[in-house]
């Protein structure tokens, strides 16, 4: 079956820090990669995706490379700031469903 | 533009009891999600509907649980007679299928609490 697995938080950064937070899948066929944020009292959004082996996700200078040859979807930013401290969550969708698996999320805080 | 809203935001119930959630999703979204959010399980799919197509049901964790679409818009997920173990934040999400493009819009969820 299909499955996320991402590194546990909290993970806590200085700002202007890089961030690095890795996930991994497990997965039939060929799945989109996507990673999720939840700020504080909000609802999930989507922060970025990518639908093929080594097309990269982008979105408010994060990024993520769907690495095929590693199962890997890390997200970094080079530069974080306060206002990014949230909740990530790593997620897979396979091509012919439609339902989405999640990691367990990773919490990042970013202090001053 | 409107996203997809949840009713109500928050719901404390006893045991035993039985709720009602509601989900509204974006107008002209023919797929429909149901996820649940709790802190010993992460974030779990419950069901899935497309259009007319019969309602993907393989996440709902009991015959408890059961949700209906009606008019292909608007859904309530219902759960009978709750369990502590039901306490959660359950999440709508919302898309238009398309293949290798579908992206999933999430409602701000209901917290449910049973004591």
């Known amino acids: 079956g299909n499955s996320v697995t991402q590194m546990e938080g909290p993970v806590t950064l200085s700002e202007e820090a890089f961030l690095t937070i890795n996930c991994t899948y497990t997965?039939?066929?060929?799945?989109?990669l996507f990673w999720y944020v939840q700020y504080p009292g909000e609802g999930l959004q989507l922060l970025l995706k990518a639908t093929k082996a080594d097309d990269k996700g982008s979105n408010k200078g994060f990024e993520a490379t769907y690495r095929k040859e590693t199962t890997s979807f890390h997200l970094e930013k080079g530069s974080v700031q306060v206002s990014d401290s949230a909740v990530y969550f790593c997620?897979?969708?396979?091509?012919?469903?439609?339902?989405?698996?999640f990691g367990t999320g990773t919490q990042l805080k970013v202090e001053l | 533009g409107a996203g997809v809203s949840q009713s109500p935001s928050n719901k404390v119930t006893e045991k035993g009891k039985d709720v009602e959630l509601r989900c509204d999703p974006i107008s002209g979204h023919t797929a429909l999600y149901w996820y649940r959010q709790s802190l010993g399980q992460g974030l779990e799919f419950l069901i899935y509907?497309?259009?007319?197509?019969?309602?993907?049901k393989s996440g709902l964790p009991s015959d408890r649980f059961s949700a209906e679409r009606t008019g292909g818009s608007v859904s309530t997920l219902t759960i009978q007679r709750t369990q502590q173990e039901d306490s959660a934040v359950y999440l709508c999400?919302?898309?238009?299928?398309?293949?290798?493009?579908?992206?999933?819009?999430f409602g701000p969820g209901t917290r449910l609490t049973v004591l």
């Open positions: 997965a039939t066929g060929y799945p989109s």
């Open positions: 509907f497309q259009g007319n197509s019969a309602p993907d």
């Open positions: 997620a897979l969708r396979t091509g012919g469903g439609n339902k989405l698996t």
């Open positions: 999400a919302s898309s238009t299928p398309r293949s290798g493009t579908d992206t999933q819009y």
